[in-house]
């Protein structure tokens, strides 16, 4: 069986790939993943997702493509990934103590065809003060995470609770993905 092609150059989606055995190869996007003027938290990860997804198909022609998109958004506003330390910690002091949304967008396409879902989980942080955001940002963590933050990383101490998909958290809701790649004829088998 043909590996898969994930159109990402996150480790975290490789990381859930590997740890479920799913033969993989990476052709990593490339798409502009600015927000546009207006643009709704669902719309813009749906739209980088299939973005990313289109973006490679045309470069592994008949094969099966895995894209996603995820972003971290508290009261309408989309958090990107930071700009700078500053930025980060900026993100996470809004974040502190409060509850936000994380939503990730699926695709997966073969040449034409484009399927895709999307998983939106909540996130509640504790309440932490600036020098622990602080030093947390030291890390250098959270430099290229949506919202500023791993929470499968260094950055779990700062999370209270989580209602949705962990792995969805992470960047890539496994039971959406696996849908998906089944209705493009992959569907998961725990032997291979």
């Known amino acids: 069986m043909n590996p898969i092609i994930l159109a990402s150059g996150s480790p975290r989606r490789k990381q859930l790939l590997e740890m479920l055995h ?8 490339d798409v502009d993943e600015h927000v546009l003027p207006g643009e709704e938290p669902g719309h813009y990860v749906t739209r980088l997702s299939r973005a990313k997804a289109e ?5 592994a022609p008949g094969e099966i493509i895995l894209a996603a ?12 990934k930071p700009t700078s330390p500053a930025n980060a910690v900026e993100m996470l002091t809004r974040l502190q103590g409060r509850t936000h949304e994380v939503m ?12 895709q879902a999307l998983d939106v989980s909540r996130v509640t942080f504790r309440p932490a003060d600036r020098a622990t ?20 990383g260094l ?17 890539l809701p496994l039971r959406l993905a696996l849908d998906l790649l089944a209705r493009f ?7 291979r």
């Open 22 to 29: 799913i033969p993989f190869r990476v052709i990593p996007p």
């Open 55 to 59: 973006a490679v198909v045309g470069r």
């Open 69 to 80: 998109d995820t972003t971290v958004v508290l009261d309408g506003a989309i958090f990107e």
């Open 104 to 115: 990730t967008a699926v695709a997966v396409a073969r040449d034409k065809d484009v399927a």
């Open 133 to 152: 955001l602080e030093a947390y940002v030291a890390t250098g963590e959270p430099m290229d995470k949506a919202g500023a933050y791993a929470i499968q």
């Open 155 to 171: 950055g779990a101490p700062l999370i209270d609770r989580v209602e949705g998909d962990f792995f969805g958290v992470m960047g």
């Open 185 to 191: 004829g992959r569907p998961y088998r725990f032997t």
